[in-house]
């Protein structure tokens, strides 16, 4: 079983400029979640998507960020206009709903490492 | 304010000795514990888990132990490998009600660096 990708590795872009960052959960997987790391501080929450909907959203920092899932299959985070403190690496886990309460494991993407400058 | 706390940024260990990571939680909403353990450039990868109905959980070298009235975890690795040389995260999850409904997030501790010396 494929695990969950994201694409790309790294970004580098300029203060201003758009960069959209996408996310394919393991397959079957109806949960699908954004985190963030900053450079040495923990993984933050960012957003959760049930199928294509917005479960949860209160993790993310400001309207700049728009997170999509079209059909419920892979997802797409758009950061417009980009700042420089949008620098960090972005990940994207998966989980099933089919497991009962109590397991609730996310699997994790190898995450996108975006530099803003 | 950090719910999820790892003090421990470092430890090192002797190859074939124990590794004793720690964490320690504030939401008492908390049910679900995780470790994940990550290596650089890759992205978190799951270790182990314990529900808060138990008190131990065992896989192999690795055991995590709950106590939730001290509201503390720890992940005890025996014997201590040098592939087990990694950052170690510490995360919680809850049946967390917000406006959209229920979420089962993770919130993380900061991470542990454990250095397992040949």
């Known amino acids: 079983e494929a695990g969950v990708t994201q694409f790309p590795s790294h970004s580098v872009i300029e203060k201003g400029q758009t960069v959209t960052l996408r996310c394919d959960p393991i397959s079957g997987h109806d949960n699908l979640y954004w985190y963030r790391r900053v450079m040495g501080k923990e993984i933050k929450f960012l957003l959760h998507?049930?199928?294509?909907?917005?479960?949860?959203e209160s993790g993310m920092p400001n309207n700049r960020f728009l997170a999509e899932r079209t059909g419920g299959t892979y997802s797409t985070l758009k950061v417009q206009p980009a700042e420089l403190e949008d620098s960090g690496v972005y990940f994207c886990a998966s989980r099933p709903t089919r497991e009962p309460r109590g397991t609730d494991t996310q699997y994790f993407g190898p995450g996108t490492r975006l530099t803003v400058l | 304010d950090q719910q999820v706390k790892q003090n421990s940024p470092s430890l090192s260990v002797q190859e074939g000795r124990i590794s004793i990571l720690n964490c320690d939680y504030t939401?008492?909403?908390?049910?679900?514990f995780l470790w994940y353990k990550k290596y650089p450039a890759e992205g978190p990868t799951f270790l182990i888990s314990?529900?808060?109905?138990?008190d131990k959980n065992e896989d192999g070298r690795f055991t995590v132990f709950l106590n939730k009235s001290a509201k503390h975890l720890s992940l005890h690795i025996v014997p201590s490998q040098p592939g087990d040389s990694a950052v170690y995260f510490c995360?919680?999850?809850?049946?967390?009600?917000?406006?959209?409904?229920?979420?089962?997030?993770?919130?993380f501790g900061k991470g542990t660096l454990l250095t397992v010396n040949p």
């Open positions: 995360a919680a999850s809850g049946y967390l009600y917000n406006s959209g409904g229920s979420n089962y997030k993770l919130t």
């Open positions: 314990i529900s808060s109905i138990k």
């Open positions: 939401n008492s909403m908390f049910d679900y």
């Open positions: 998507f049930v199928k294509e909907s917005k479960q949860d």
